[in-house]
C-alpha cells in the first residue's frame, strides 16, 4: 500500500510539472509572437518618428526571450515525461540551473523593461516632435498618419499653430470625418481653417496627439496578443 501511494505522488507530481511547463512554453510562445508582431508592423506605428532604435532594441530582446522560455518550458516538458528513468532526471537538473538562471534575468529583466518603456515612450514623443517641425516636407505622410490613427499634431491640435503661424487651423486630415454623418451642414475643410472651441468639444476636430494614439493603441494591441 505504502508503494502504491508513493507511485501515485509521485505520478501526480509528473503530472503537475508537466502541466507546469506546458504553461511556460505558451508564455515563451506568447512573448515570441508579441516580439514578432511588434517587429513587423515597427514602420506602421512609427512611420512619423525619426528614431525607433530604442524600440527596435525591444522587439529583438522580447523575440530572444520568448525563444529562450520556449525552449526551457519544452526541456521541462520532456523532463517531466521521462522524469521515471535517468534520462529524465538529467534533464530536469539541467532544467532546474536554468529554471534558477531565468529568475534571475527575469527579475533584472523586470527592471530593465520597466525603466526602458518610459524610455522608450519619451524617445517616441521627442522623435515625432521633430520630425512635426519638417511638417511641410512630410505633410502627406502626416496626413495618412492622423487619418489612420485619428489624432491630431505630436501632442494635440495645437501643436499646428507653430506650423502655419495662427491659432485655430489645423489640416483637413485632423478633422473627424464621422461627424458628417451626423451632421450634413459639416464641413471639413471650413472647420480645418477656422475651428472654434464649440468644434473641439463637439470632436468635429481629433483631440488626442499622435504620439499617445500610438502608445495606446500598442499598449492595446500587445496587450490583445498577451491576452489571447
Not at 530536469?92 to 523593461?113: D, F, P
Not at 471650413?190 to 476636430?205: C, G, L, M
Amino acid at each position: 500500500m505504502g508503494f502504491d501511494c508513493l507511485n501515485c505522488t509521485r505520478r501526480f507530481s509528473q503530472c503537475v510539472l508537466l502541466i507546469l511547463n506546458i504553461i511556460v512554453t505558451m508564455l515563451g510562445l506568447a512573448v515570441m509572437i508579441i516580439g514578432i508582431w511588434a517587429r513587423v508592423n515597427e514602420k506602421k506605428y512609427f512611420e512619423i518618428a525619426d528614431n525607433t532604435q530604442e524600440f527596435t532594441d525591444v522587439t529583438v530582446l522580447a523575440i530572444v526571450l520568448g525563444i529562450f522560455i520556449l525552449l526551457i518550458g519544452f526541456v521541462g516538458v520532456i523532463g517531466a515525461v521521462f522524469a521515471s528513468n535517468k534520462f529524465g532526471r538529467v534533464i530536469l537538473m539541467i532544467y532546474a540551473i536554468v529554471l534558477g538562471l531565468l529568475v534571475i534575468c527575469e527579475i533584472g529583466g523586470g527592471i530593465a523593461a520597466a525603466v526602458k518603456k518610459d524610455s522608450v515612450e519619451n524617445v517616441f514623443r521627442d522623435s515625432t516632435n521633430r520630425t512635426f517641425d519638417n511638417y511641410n516636407q512630410t505633410s502627406d505622410t502626416w496626413d495618412s498618419f492622423q487619418r489612420t490613427f485619428k489624432c491630431c499634431g505630436p501632442f494635440n491640435y495645437t501643436d499646428y499653430s507653430r506650423i502655419f503661424n495662427v491659432n485655430n487651423k489645423v489640416p483637413e486630415s485632423c478633422c473627424n470625418r464621422t461627424t458628417e454623418d451626423r451632421d450634413p451642414s459639416f464641413v471639413c475643410a471650413t472647420v480645418a481653417n477656422r475651428y472654434t472651441d464649440a468644434d473641439i468639444a463637439a470632436y468635429r476636430i481629433y483631440n488626442e496627439g499622435c504620439a499617445d494614439a500610438v502608445i495606446d493603441a500598442l499598449r492595446h494591441n500587445l496587450g490583445a496578443i498577451a491576452g489571447g
